[in-house]
């Protein structure tokens, strides 16, 4: 199997920021409930200010700022450039006034400490070297009383969405870079127990572990490749890196697999988040 040398987290997030800014309202409708549990579980209160780790394009942080108000701020972050200029583009065409985008690592937070009142964060946290840091920075720049709360992927066998993708770059020949369930991977906090230990380790209490079951819906075979094979990480960069024909055998091999998720052309796959929220 092909073994390519695994790439830096900076370089697959600015890699893959164009797809995640050009599919940024599917990849967010299609986990809504997510950012929708993640913002009530904060409750954001107008006048106050939010900070959103790891944002992406910025959408989950955008519902916080719609409840703040003007007099509120909402500071987006991601780590890499890409991602922070899709956010403050999201911002701009949505009027919001009230939104700070910046580049920052979520293991080192450039903000003081008891500065914000809420600290929010969708599948980001399991991406990070070190999660145990991101959790005590942001119980560092916490006001008393305010809260954390993050979203991660569940187990595998409830993310066909991605396992698929995976399974047939497996059985065509590639091997993904990187440990999906080591430091950094999609599934390094699958198990909600995991998480619990890593946000009372930091210090909070009041901690509450969900599940949150979804689904991802294509119109067509065809859409769910356009996104999934650009959006997935690593992944995406090993499929931008193979031929032609080694891409066509990962599509004849993934096809298939997607039938029981069929309705006449149309695919819902089905997904499940791990919610985790703190005081």
């Known amino acids: ?20 800014e050009r599919h940024r309202e599917l990849l ?5 409930s997510v950012s929708e549990w993640l913002i009530d579980q904060v409750d954001p209160q107008p006048g106050q200010t939010i900070l959103e780790l ?3 394009p910025g959408e989950t942080g955008f519902l916080a700022a719609e409840r703040i108000g003007a007099n509120g701020r909402l500071i987006s972050t991601d780590g890499s450039v890409g991602m922070v200029d899709a956010a403050r583009r999201g911002a701009e065409a949505r009027g919001l006034g009230n ?26 946290v399991m991406l990070t070297p070190e999660p145990a840091r991101v959790m005590r920075e942001a119980k560092r720049v916490l006001r008393d009383g305010g809260r954390v709360a993050y979203a991660v992927w569940g187990p595998p066998d409830r993310n066909p969405w991605l396992t698929l993708l995976v399974g047939a770059v497996l059985q ?12 950094g991977g999609p599934f390094s906090l699958a198990a909600p127990e995991a998480n619990r230990v890593l946000v009372e380790a930091a210090g909070f209490s009041d901690v509450r572990v969900e599940e949150i079951a979804g689904a991802m819906r294509y119109d067509r075979f065809d859409d769910y490749w356009g996104v999934q094979s650009t959006v997935s990480g690593p992944l995406a960069l090993l ?17 298939p697999t997607l039938a029981p998720f069929r309705s006449g052309d149309a695919l819902s796959l089905p997904s499940l988040a791990v919610g985790v929220s703190a005081r």
Do not use: N, Y
């Not at 073994?3 to 797809?19: G, K, L, S, T, Y």
């Not at 967010?28 to 809504?32: A, C, D, L, M, N």
């Not at 499929?239 to 096809?255: C, N």
């Open 28 to 32: 967010f409708e299609g986990q809504r």
């Open 1 to 20: 199997m092909t073994q390519p040398d695994p790439p830096q987290p900076a370089e697959i997030a600015e890699f893959v920021a164009p797809a995640w």
């Open 54 to 56: 790891t944002a992406g």
């Open 239 to 255: 499929i931008a890196s193979l031929s032609t024909a080694d891409v066509d055998a990962i599509k004849a091999a993934l096809e």
């Open 172 to 183: 065509s020949g590639h091997a993904p870079p990187g440990d999906p369930f080591g430091p």
């Open 99 to 124: 939104v700070e985008c910046r580049v920052m690592d979520a293991q080192d937070i450039e903000l003081p400490d008891s500065s914000v009142d809420a600290v929010i964060s969708r599948f980001g």
